[in-house]
């Protein structure tokens, strides 16, 4: 007997099953032709998930690979959402100029199971609030000042003696240090590196970063998000459960500064956050804007993006360091030269060591940490060139093609200083198409303080250690990707001690 004699299917049954196969591939088909016609061309994908199932973990490649085929703004269909992704510097730079790409996607980062927002989520006036807020309190704690200049360099000479004693696992050491920097800002106070509650914040919210992509499942599916997480499969869904870890630990903080309501000094984001609740309710302003849950969630958003993406930019500029010991040179002669070996460095030392920034501006090219930026959506119809974005479309700036452009820099796979360095080698330059923070009115708000962190912890570390790892290691550059790119092998590194 033959399986298919299990299934007997009377005649208008089949003819039923058939009419909808049938009726299903023609509306693919007709929509998928309409979508050609309003947006850039773009490979077609399957009905329902779209191209999504194509794309592999390190999204970014085969964004890029795909703007080959199909020119440098293309379109394609992720889940039910029509997405644009930009892949050259041309059309990025008109990107970044219009406002009607300020919006985010309806869908939150954590859609249908976590109901606030974080500013890096909203759309709009709240977003525009809730962006202002946070710069003018952190710039009134000394964010991108000398004060905050200060707290970096004591958090450095705490951090410094723990690299020097044996082989070290760089990344797990650096992060609860550069964790510190912006703990100061948020909570009014740093913490002891053995503090039960800084390792188990640390631990989650680097679990929370290994798994999460911006352009992910949560954007695209979120009910098979939901599902998924509820069942506990695929990394997304690992991401869920260290968040509400994440988030219960910063409410023990909120819940402490709630406790002295009646001091008047704002003495960290927290405290401004919750002066400006109080003030708006005051006024009868009493909206769920200004609510704990989007606090719990602005506090989580910079706690993630301060903490891992500095310590991923250093881990990538120790590796070329090790790959190329010519580099430590060539940055310990203008250590020398500028600061010595007993004064410890300041920012503006760096005026004086274009080697050292041209270094810096190489890492933050060839480690493009942020390879997607986090997803646009568009508010309204626009053009881009002579592409059609229409109103409620994801848009994508691939940040990873920009910075392996060969036309914009040759060799785009080697690592060479050299090409932030003017002819003369005398200054470092500042090139357009570096963009690691993005661009425009949604650019990093963290760019000042991560160009402060990158550059003390790099000077501080090369005047005090030469980095080398063992000799019969064999170096990867490969990269594992989550919020950001980050080395995939980084071998234990070893410190030793200078003079
Ligand atoms: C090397 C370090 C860093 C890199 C490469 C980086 C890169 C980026 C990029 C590419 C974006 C997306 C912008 C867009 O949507 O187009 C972003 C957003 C953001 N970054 Fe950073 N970032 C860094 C450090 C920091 C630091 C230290 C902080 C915290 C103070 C921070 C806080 C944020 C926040 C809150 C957003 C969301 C902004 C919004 O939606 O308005 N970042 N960052």
Redesign the pocket.
Known sequence: MFLTDYFVFSQPLYSLATGLIFLFEFNFLVTTIKRLFRLPSGPWGLPIVGYYPFLKDESYLEFDSLSKKYGPVYSLKLGQHDVVVICDWDHLKLAFADESLLDKPHELFFEGLIKYPS??EMSGEH?RSH?RLSLHVLRDLGFGTSKMEEAISKEIQQFLPTISEGKVDFFEKLLPSVSNN?SILLFGHNFKYSDPFKVDLDHNMDRVNRAFQFAGLSAFFPWLFKLSTFLGIFRMSVAYSHVLAVEGLLQKEIDKHQAESGKSEIDDYIDGYLVEQKNRQNKDENDQVYSMGVLRRNLT??FA??SE??TA?LAWAMMYLVYNPEYQDKIRAEIAEVIGFDREPVYTDRNRMPFTMAYLNET?RIGS??AV??L?RASRDTKIGKYNIPKDTIVI?N?WSIHRDPKLWPEPEKFDPNRFLSEDGSKAVKLPYLV???GGK??????G??NV??FLYLVNILQKYRVRCDPDVKLSFEATFGVSRRPKHSPPLIFEKIG
Do not use: D
């Open positions: 500013f890096a977003w962006r912006i958003a910079f993006a301060g993406t500095v930019t933050q940490i942020i930026n986090l646009r700036f940040l690691p923070f993005s949604r650019i990093c708000p963290g760019e303080l991560a962190e990158t």
